[in-house]
């Protein structure tokens, strides 16, 4: 059985996060085997370099390099090997975000950003300690890319509301509507440049949201019927 890597997407607020345990529930109820995991982190190394990116003030090229290198030991440890397996691949977030936060965000260059993402996830070998990063230059159909984007589309505004209260903030939850207006216009645009991309309304209630998801992947033949519930 051939690997599935399906990655969730959305601004921080978008509730995302909280279908990841009915999606490993509805994966393995297919007789799946699920890996879980999320970015930045996912390996004690990634996880280190989180901590740093959530909290510590840097500027843009910082944080990008920061986020790529945590993906690359993450890709390369983590999920490689996972789709090798045949494993589906539930990753919290992955480079959408980049392009999302970082460049639409923070209004970094996304050229940049294209040029790490070539490097990072087009390496040939990828999955074993001895691969070698692919040429900045390598064609973008080699890219290891998800199969499936669940793209949680929330109003910035409704997002913060959400968040208020709800716990600390860290480094960009305590960031402005405005920049969440950028990092979701950032998401919009990814999402019309590619197939793999499902909107969900998440303005929806849990309950509702988790139908949509349910029948996104029923309806690519990912499942093969609607079994799972909402946890
Ligand atoms: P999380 O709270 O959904 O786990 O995401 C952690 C934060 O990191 C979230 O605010 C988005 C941000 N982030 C980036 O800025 N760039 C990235 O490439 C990734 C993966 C996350």
């Not at 190394?45 to 003030?57: D, F, H, S, V, Y």
């Not at 975000?97 to 996304?110: C, E, I, K, L």
């Not at 029923?218 to 946890?231: H, M, N, Q, W």
Request: with cysteine.
């Amino acid at each position: 059985m051939s690997g599935l890597f399906l990655t969730l997407e959305g601004i921080d607020g978008a509730g995302k996060s909280s279908h990841i345990d009915a999606l490993a529930v509805l994966f393995k109820a297919q007789g799946r085997n699920v890996t879980r995991t999320r970015e930045p982190g996912g390996t004690p190394l990634a996880e280190t370099l989180r901590g740093l990116i959530l909290e510590q003030p840097m500027d843009a090229l910082t944080e990008s390099l920061l986020v790529f290198a945590a993906r690359r030991d993450h890709v390369l440890k983590v999920i490689e090997p996972a789709l090798a397996r045949g494993d589906v691949v539930l990753c919290d977030r992955f480079t959408d975000a980049t392009f999302a936060y970082q460049g639409a965000g923070r209004g970094f260059d996304m050229n940049v950003l294209s040029a790490l993402e070539r490097w990072v996830q087009g390496g040939r070998g990828i999955g074993t300690e001895s691969a070698e990063p692919a040429s900045p230059t390598a064609a973008s159909d080699s890219l290891l890319q998800p199969d499936i984007t669940l793209w949680f589309d929330l109003l910035p505004a409704i997002a913060a509301e959400r968040l208020a209260g709800a716990r600390v903030p860290d480094k960009f939850e305590s960031q402005p509507v405005e920049f969440f207006r950028r990092v979701a216009a950032g998401y919009a645009e990814r999402a019309a440049g590619a197939e793999r991309f499902v909107r969900i309304d998440a303005s929806q209630a849990r309950d509702q949201v988790w139908q949509q998801i349910e029948a996104a992947l029923f309806d690519r033949g990912l499942i093969a019927k609607g079994t799972g519930e909402s946890l």
